[in-house]
């Protein structure tokens, strides 16, 4: 705590009833958008007031309001939904979207484009179809990711089971969300509704995730919290409990980090859900909650260093926290295409393109899923890189997931390049409301451009993960990323390079205020000696820190302008 006022928006929480403020009454009202502190509240709700950017000039130039719409999120532990859940969702974008479906990074779906009149139905046929958007946003636990790979095995069972429990475990408790959305009965709340987050909820989003030392789809250290479950010759051996990951920094901000979450012990399995509950506990009570800049995880454990967050979580705990177990590296699937599934049956994964499932010209996506799904009524999974499969197919079942996606024009995975296989976007423009660039809409140009050179270098099919962000917000992960491109002014980008895909290195800004057009030529040379100069398989990311001598992993890089990287030394031998 710094002893400074608490900021506006812990204000507006404190105020809010448990999250009711005055958003019954403006819903019901012909307003046609929410004030400062229901804003803020909404959000808890599962939905951000938004505007059409793009119309933004124009309509101001005409003296008219801003075109308001929301976008409405859904929390899923661990991207699991059924063949009927997806079907409603996909009506639902239809019906109250803007027609599409956005896979998210964290293994939910987005709505956007949904305008007032529209929100309490869209939420509410969300919650008929046993969904939910509560604590999809908001200062709460957001949703828990877990690896999405149905393998059937008992590790990938007890990842669900742990993030399911997790959500339940610290979904907000408060009435509000009935109220307000399904027409529940009208209760004054009380101090009993919010047990865990009492009234002032967390300091700021707390994200978790379950991961597999085996595989770190989920990204696992870029959260606050992470239990990684540790499997040794086919045996779970309990979790590493990780603390203080977060990308989010600010440009020209020393004082704002992307950290990469650290060990703070080992776990027994039986106390996985605890461990992530009294990290909560110590972030609900010492979390800073007067500058909402510095008020994640990760800044209270920079503060305090890792032996006195241990402290102080042990002596919450309940049992006793043991050394972390040292891992070499961390592997990482995307799982992608055809894989067998322990019962004998099989599951694909789809690639989509920023997540976003929709119709476009020569390339059917949504039309293409609707079917498969309706025809033959598989599992759903999302994954962490805004791909979605298909569970518990027959193997009879995978020509005509592919027959179907051909004929819509979607590509299979094994016709992808690897850049764009392993590439992720944010949505930036022209919905996000923190954006200063374009991502989602740039990243198909860029790739193109990116997949002529990589042929032409022999590299299309090398490791590669590129990711963009429309600010340096951080939502599509792009400080984990072997090269990402961060939005830094409209049609500006700073370059990083030197993550990876097993997420366990932070990359180095390697050029600043790079023109949307000049990205290529930006790491071409760079390109040029990872073509002459990798060792076999090796990425970008490791190349590169080989190169640079830089094999010390790096777990924090500030907001701040450091010195790029202007010269590449001279060859090293593999
Ligand atoms: Fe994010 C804010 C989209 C994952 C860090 N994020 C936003 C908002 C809501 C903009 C806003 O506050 O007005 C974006 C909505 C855009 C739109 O039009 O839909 C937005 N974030 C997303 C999604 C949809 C990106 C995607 O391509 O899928 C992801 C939703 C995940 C989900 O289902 O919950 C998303 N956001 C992330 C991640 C990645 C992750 O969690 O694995 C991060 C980096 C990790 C982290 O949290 O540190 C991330 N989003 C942020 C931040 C920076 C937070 C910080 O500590 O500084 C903001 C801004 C904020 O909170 O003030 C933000
Ligand atoms: Fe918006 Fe920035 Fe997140 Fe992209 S990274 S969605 S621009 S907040």
């Not at 999120?73 to 859940?85: C, E």
């Not at 995307?334 to 067998?340: M, V």
Request: neutral net charge.
């Amino acid at each position: 705590m710094t002893g400074a006022p608490e900021s506006k928006v812990e204000l507006a929480k404190r105020r809010s009833r448990h999250l009711r403020g005055t958003i019954a009454e403006t819903l019901a009202s012909d307003h046609t958008h929410f004030g400062h502190d229901d804003l803020q509240l909404l959000k808890f709700h599962g939905t951000y007031q938004q505007d059409d950017r793009d119309a933004r000039r124009a309509l101001e130039a005409a003296g008219l309001e801003k075109a308001y719409a929301f976008m409405v999120r859904v929390a899923i532990p661990a991207g699991a939904v059924t063949a009927g859940q997806y079907l409603e969702l996909d009506r639902i974008a239809a019906e109250h979207g803007n027609g599409t479906l956005r896979v998210t990074t964290r293994q939910g779906f987005q709505f956007h484009g949904v305008l007032k009149g529209n929100l309490r139905s869209t939420i509410a046929a969300i919650n008929d179809a046993l969904l939910t958007t509560i604590s999809a946003c908001g200062d709460v636990q957001r949703n828990v990711m877990g690896c999405a790979a149905p393998l059937g095995d008992a590790d990938h069972a007890l990842v669900r089971q742990v993030a399911e429990a997790l959500a339940v475990q610290l979904r907000p408790g408060s009435r509000a969300y009935h109220e307000i959305w399904l027409d529940g009965e009208k209760q004054l709340s009380s101090a009993e509704e919010e047990p865990f987050y009492g009234d002032h909820y967390l300091p700021r989003k707390f994200k978790a995730a379950v991961g597999l030392s085996t595989d770190n789809c989920v990204d696992i250290r870029a959260h606050d919290v992470g239990l990684l479950a540790i499997v040794h010759d086919g045996r779970l051996e309990g979790f590493n409990l990780l603390v203080g990951g977060g990308l989010g920094m600010t440009h020209n901000k020393g004082d704002t980090t992307a950290r990469l979450a650290e060990p703070l012990g080992f776990v027994p399995v039986e106390h996985g859900v605890e461990a992530v509950r009294l990290v909560a506990s110590i972030f609900r009570d010492h979390g800073n909650r007067s500058d909402r800049r510095h008020a994640r995880l990760k800044y209270l454990l920079g503060e305090w260093g890792t032996p006195r967050f241990r402290e102080e979580f042990e002596r919450r705990a309940s049992f006793t926290l043991g050394p972390a177990v040292e891992l070499a590296a961390l592997p990482f699937h995307d799982h992608l295409g055809r894989h067998r599934q322990s019962d004998g049956r099989w599951f694909y994964g789809v690639f989509i393109q920023s997540g976003r499932i929709v119709d476009a010209a020569g390339h059917a996506l949504r039309t293409a899923l609707r079917e498969i799904v309706a025809r033959l009524r598989p599992g759903i999974r999302l994954t962490g890189q805004q791909n979605l499969l298909l569970t518990d197919l027959e193997s009879g079942d995978l020509d005509t997931v592919e027959r179907i996606l051909t004929a819509h024009g979607v590509t299979l995975p094994a016709a992808l390049s690897a850049a764009r296989r392993y590439s992720m976007a944010c949505p930036a423009l022209p919905t996000c409301g923190l954006a200063v660039a374009e991502s989602e809409r740039a990243i198909p140009g860029i790739l193109e451009r990116f997949e002529a050179e990589l042929e032409g270098l022999g590299l299309r099919d090398a490791p590669l993960t590129i990711r963009m962000t429309g600010c340096p917000n951080g939502c599509a992960r792009p400080y984990t990323a072997d090269l990402a491109f961060v939005g830094r002014s409209l049609g500006l980008y700073n370059v990083y390079v030197g993550g990876g895909l097993a997420g366990d290195r932070l990359a180095d800004l390697y050029r600043a205020d790079v023109p949307l057009e000049e990205l290529l030529e930006s790491v071409r040379p760079l390109l040029q000696r990872w073509a002459a100069e990798r060792a076999a398989d090796e990425g970008l990311g490791d190349f590169y820190q080989r190169l640079m001598g830089l094999r010390a992993r790096r777990t924090v890089v500030t907001g701040r302008e450091l010195p790029t990287v202007d010269l590449l030394p001279e060859a090293v031998a593999p």
